[in-house]
């Protein structure tokens, strides 16, 4: 009887500690996705912005992408500095996905640039919200703080495309 109390004990703390270790494993891996998915995503947002400052001549455009510019890469910057801490990859390029809006992009002229990008500003950013929001309630306390410091930016940056969306929207 003392026996099957000691083994069903044993049994029992190998199972938690090896849940413990599943779970510690998948929080590793949501770190891994968010820095990669972050990362990404601050790429694209330089990119297109950089393409915004070569093809619209409008100055709030102009003004727009350079703040994006300016934020996406200091965030980027910051996130860099945390995965490496954490031996973390970070991403070196935008997601297919990005970059083929990209490409739609760079086909366009004018107000339908202006337009477009405004509207792909919105959809990437609302995206950015969605991954920041759920990185902030993350056990790493690293990242969590990240994404809570960059999330205001994030709507920030969602508020600016949904008016340059109002103003350059075809009538």
């Known amino acids: 009887m003392k026996t099957t109390k000691i083994l069903l004990a044993g049994a029992f703390l190998l199972s938690f500690g090896g849940a413990c270790g599943t779970a510690m494993a998948l929080d590793k891996v949501d770190a891994d996705d968010f820095v990669e998915d972050a990362s990404a995503a601050g790429i694209a947002e330089i990119e297109t912005g950089k393409l ?56 366009r002229d004018g107000q339908s640039f202006n337009e477009a990008f405004a509207e792909n500003q919105i959809t990437a950013h609302e995206k950015a919200i969605e991954l920041f929001n759920e990185a902030a309630v993350s056990d790493d306390v690293e990242l969590a703080a990240f994404a809570k410091e960059t999330l205001p930016k ?12 109002k103003t350059y929207k075809k009538k």
């Open 52 to 107: 915004a400052l070569q093809k619209s001549a409008a100055a709030d455009v102009k003004a727009y992408a350079q703040q994006i510019i300016d934020d996406h890469r200091a965030a980027n910057k910051t996130l860099a500095g945390i995965a490496q801490q954490k031996k973390l990859k970070v991403s070196t390029d935008a997601e297919l996905m990005s970059k083929a809006k990209a490409s739609i992009l760079k086909q």
């Open 154 to 165: 994030l709507e920030h940056h969602l508020h600016m495309a949904q008016e340059l969306a």
